[in-house]
């Protein structure tokens, strides 16, 4: 599954400044291009946060992790990677246009992103992301509520208003996504009720559906929206669109891994957070798939009415890895991001963005691996 | 401020198939206004609300009163009068065409405001609506937050799904009023922090923004959609957006004026809940704009620290009605509803729309005097 390409990840150098930009031959430095294009879709997507009432317009920014509550600028770096308006701006760069073609889009994105982040916390009482507490935590779950909405009613709102022939195109776009994101949280929140082992127990297929819907879904429309509003043939913004949703897949396993057995300073989350609540993720599924003893004993783990403290989610890490949960999950991020390049390469794009959304790609996988 | 027409109530008897139906000439039944409207829209809102996820569609289903949890057909009647619906349908026929043209934005206006009471009950801990459970009360907070995402979401992949040459426009007029709706929420949340006297005090003015946000523009977006997917020109969906804008803030002081002193086989609510809960509503705001004894003793109860409980929320009830709370806001609301009227003359309608619109009108206003 794995293809020479994905074995060279590109560099994880965090931006800066001092280091002269490498040579146009070389691999795309992925922190500048996420850099470039947070870039130029930052004014807008400020202009369209300034439009909000002041109150929401605050939860929105300490969304953003441009503030601290109370509208002091943020201290730390908590910001988003952006990846989802970086796959806009590049969408269209990829159909030939200007990367500005795709800013509604870009916009309108990153705040659907954010709604759905606020939103999902509630849902899933998570009271931390990146570092920080997270909105319902720090301002109260009625106004997380009421900024969620003000989100995604500014999202549509700012790509509604979107001049250009293909506007009501995107909108459709959009609105499909939405309701899609929405279906992927229902089935995500339903799975916690599912049992571990036996006959009703969460497939890897259903699994997957969940992801593309919640994590695919988005990055697809990014790169879709993008391709769109610069111009693509229909054939090239479908493979966009395909190509974003094995991404996000991808993406979703990389982030299950980093539950399992990520650092925290590099998560925001806490350590064995997702095995501590017993979350159903895709390394945890695989591994319990098995039939070793370390599968079953991390069956019993889980099945146990206990709550799992430290020691106990620990031991559930070691287990997931010794029964191939994690090796698992890391065959099924490379098989999903090498399908989203064989997406982008059946069809014609500009190479400079082309070769940018593919670095992307393997900086995302990088991640983990 | 009050008109011949004004005064002249529509008939506000309950629809009952053995009474044969007012001859022609007469002023319209508003429930057969209504009932017909339903008819004609309930067929799409069924099967958009059909798309959803079985889960949040059983909880979309419980909003608009056509199930119990569980998934039951309604034991009770408990679906709402359908308004925005009916003003969306009027618009269009009232634009000289079918009132088939207005479906789409009659199902999006219907999605929207199911989404908001939805959000709104969770933010306002809510827990009693039409004499049943609210969503959060009966599926949970969290639950609650994705049902209402849902019917968001549907609403403008509906109205955006919707053909015609005019959809584009009425996406960016629902999304605009989308936007507005969650910024009176935020204001209308933020009026139970102010003080009840003094510098601070909430000015009727601010007060009606706020209604003319939350309320009214739903339902001048109702109208206009109607008009506008019925090819009105551009002066006349103008005219009844700001008809139903005008409607909407009666319609809240006449809500507010059934918070007071209303019956709560009526209102669905409890017993003067609304003063229970201290919540800013027009009559008690009007009632202390006063200076006697019985503004101050209402001033006095309600800055007191002390439970209201039901005794002294009945004293309360006295107080606002002894101090004019309630005729001063029954005058507001007929001063609206004139003021709609007045909207809806300077534009030419059909005939039969335009009576059926104001019987409509009459009909809101008779609620409450």
Not at 113 to 130: E, K, P
Request: one cysteine or more; proline letters at 7%; hydrophobic letters at 45%.
């Amino acid at each position: 599954m794995t293809s020479p390409t994905t074995a060279t990840p590109a560099p994880a150098v965090p931006p800066a400044p001092a280091v002269p930009p490498a040579p146009a031959v070389s691999v795309p430095d992925v922190p500048d291009v996420l850099g470039r294009c947070r870039a130029l879709v930052r004014p807008a997507l400020a202009d369209a946060v300034a439009q909000l009432h002041p109150w929401t317009g605050e939860m929105a920014a300490y969304a953003f992790g441009w503030c601290d509550v109370g509208g002091a600028p943020a201290s730390g770096a908590s910001e988003g990677k952006g990846v989802r308006q970086a796959l806009a701006v590049l969408g269209a760069e990829a159909a030939g246009a200007d990367g500005g073609a795709a800013v509604g889009g870009a916009v309108a994105v990153e705040l659907v992103h954010a709604f759905s982040l606020l939103h999902d916390d509630i849902m899933d009482g998570d009271g931390t992301r990146r570092q920080r507490e997270t909105v319902w935590k720090a301002y109260g779950i009625g106004p997380a509520v009421l900024a969620g909405d003000a989100l995604f009613a500014l999202a549509v709102q700012t790509l509604a208003g979107t001049p250009g022939p293909r506007t009501a195109a995107a909108v459709r776009r959009l609105c499909a996504t939405l309701a899609e994101l929405v279906r992927g949280q229902a089935e995500d929140l339903l799975l916690e009720d599912r049992p571990w082992t036996g006959p009703g127990a969460v497939r890897p297929d259903e699994y997957r559906s969940v992801a593309e819907r919640k994590t695919g879904s988005l990055l697809g429309c990014a790169a879709a929206l993008g391709g769109l509003l610069g111009g693509a043939p229909e054939e090239t913004v479908t493979a966009l669109d395909r190509a974003g949703r094995h991404l996000g897949v991808a993406f979703q396993a990389v982030d299950d891994l980093l539950g399992v057995r990520g650092d925290p300073a590099v998560t925001g989350k806490p350590v064995h957070g997702d095995l501590r609540r017993r979350k159903k993720t895709r390394p945890v599924l695989a591994a319990l798939a098995g039939d070793g003893p370390a599968a079953r004993e991390l069956a019993a783990l889980l099945d146990s009415s206990f709550r799992l403290d430290d020691a106990a989610a620990a031991r559930a890490a070691v287990l997931v890895e010794e029964a191939g949960g994690n090796a698992a999950t890391v065959e099924e991020a490379r098989s999903h991001l090498d399908a989203a390049r064989a997406c982008l390469r059946g069809v014609p794009l500009a190479r400079s963005a082309a070769r940018d959304i593919d670095a992307l790609i393997a900086f995302l996988l990088h991640r983990a691996v």
